[in-house]
């Protein structure tokens, strides 16, 4: 029997509908003998293994340009004139030579990630809530002055077992917030309106829970703006970009979550240290 195979994530940039969902079924159909892909929603907080941008949308190309320096997410350029400085294929695409460049700018983000971490450095996730409209020309101290941390407050779950809540705040360790846990959605409402929370993991299985008016309810509370409410989605749960907005909902995670994912949200909406 075969092991399971953890998915490398993929953010689709620049495509229209038809094409995204092209090359999500030629994704989903990856040889077993080499990586698994799995395509990200365009609310998910996860970090990207890789993108995957369309050659001829001048939106999809800008956004390239505006990735951090030192961005460890390589990227797989389909059509377009073919001036492009990244790894590029041409339409239509070809399955074949689709998974063999996808395995080789994995093979080159694996080197790079173990080179980075032999000098002893670590890398931080975007903290961005949206894409960079252009790249940064000011001076970093001009970005600080911007950024508002969060406020000093625990991360609720909100599940219907206290599982997950153990492996969080065994993955986060000392350096994280306090973890706390509840399987009630007027618990959570209360909690939240008595005690200072920082972030809110909603698991959308969770029995008895509604997710989009839990999350509506939290965020009406006097001086919950800063408070970051995200779902844990399966893949049966069917994600509404807008009610998510309407509801202020920050983002979403695909179960199940990896460890460095987990670490990652962290550190994007907490400020954990690397």
Known sequence: MNAPRYPFTV???????????????LLAQAPRTG????????DSLQEPDLYIAAGDSPAALARLRCLPPGALQPTLVIGGHGAS??????????????????????????????????RGESSLPERRRRPRLGPDTEAPAHYASMRHGPHDGAVLIIDKGGAFR???AQVVGTQGR????????????????????SLVMINTAAPGIEPYELCSKIKAQDGASRTAVL????????????????????????KPVADRH???????????PA
Do not use: M
Request: glycine share 4%; proline share 5%.
């Open 11 to 25: 953010r689709l940039v620049g495509f229209a509908p038809a094409e995204c969902a092209q090359l999500e079924n």
């Open 35 to 42: 990586p698994a892909y799995f395509c990200l929603h365009d």
């Open 85 to 118: 400085c990244h790894r590029t294929l041409t339409r239509p695409v070809d399955a074949v030579h689709l998974y063999d460049a996808l395995a080789e700018l994995l093979d080159a983000r694996v080197q790079a990630l173990a080179a980075r971490r032999a």
């Open 166 to 168: 153990d492996h969080v």
């Open 178 to 197: 306090p973890v706390e846990w509840t399987d009630s959605g007027r618990a959570a409402v209360r909690l939240c309106d008595e005690t200072p929370v």
């Open 231 to 254: 779902f844990l989605v399966g893949p049966s749960f069917r994600y509404d970009s807008n009610r998510a907005r309407d509801a202020g909902v920050r983002g979403l995670l695909d």
């Open 262 to 272: 987990i670490v990652a949200t962290f550190q994007k909406l907490l400020s954990l």
